[in-house]
């Protein structure tokens, strides 16, 4: 007997027993195991339909999200807009405030100035007054010194009174 050939029992045999493993597991294995690929095949093409499905929510979402990156960049763009014209409102106001105070304070100035300015004259004609007062005085003192003529002074002056009150 040869190594490399088998008898023609032993093949038969191998046939043989080959045979009643291949009929028991196409009896009973071969459909359990292509009941399990199927149902792996199922689960398999469930989990893609589920991924599509899934993917194309998430594209639904994407957009969506995109709207509102969009909506929330125009509203930041009305927001600045907004808020630079109401800075310039306010810069306005505030220049038109200030130009109202500034000229409301000068006009005040110019009256303090102006009350100054007659106080000052009604001093200066105050102490002039005075001063023509003492002036006049002074003179009238030394005119006056000689008895002869205070006495022609007043004679003049009474008749100066006198006429007047006549005429």
């Known amino acids: 007997m040869s190594l490399l050939l088998p008898d023609a029992g032993l093949l038969f045999w191998m046939l043989l027993a080959f045979g009643v493993v291949f009929f ?12 399990m690929i199927d149902a792996r095949k199922r689960y398999i093409d469930d989990a893609l339909n589920e991924a599509k ?9 994407e957009e969506e999200c995109n709207a509102l ?4 960049r125009e509203n930041q ?11 310039e409102q306010i810069i306005s106001d ?7 105070e500034t000229e409301m304070m000068i006009s005040e100035a110019k009256k303090q100035i102006e009350r100054e300015r007659d106080e000052a004259l009604n001093s200066i004609r105050t102490e002039v007054a005075k001063l023509s ?12 010194e000689e008895s002869d003529r205070q006495q022609r002074y007043i004679d003049e002056l009474v008749d100066e009174t006198m006429n007047g009150r006549k005429g």
């Open 53 to 61: 499905e899934a993917k194309a929510k998430l594209a639904g979402v």
């Open 69 to 72: 990156v969009n909506e929330a």
């Open 133 to 144: 007062i003492a002036i006049a005085e002074k003179i009238v003192r030394k005119e006056l």
């Open 24 to 35: 028991v597991l196409y009896k009973w294995g071969f459909p359990v195991i292509t009941s």
């Open 94 to 100: 505030a220049r038109d405030k200030a130009a109202a």
């Open 77 to 87: 763009a009305k927001i600045l807009r907004e808020a630079v014209v109401a800075k």
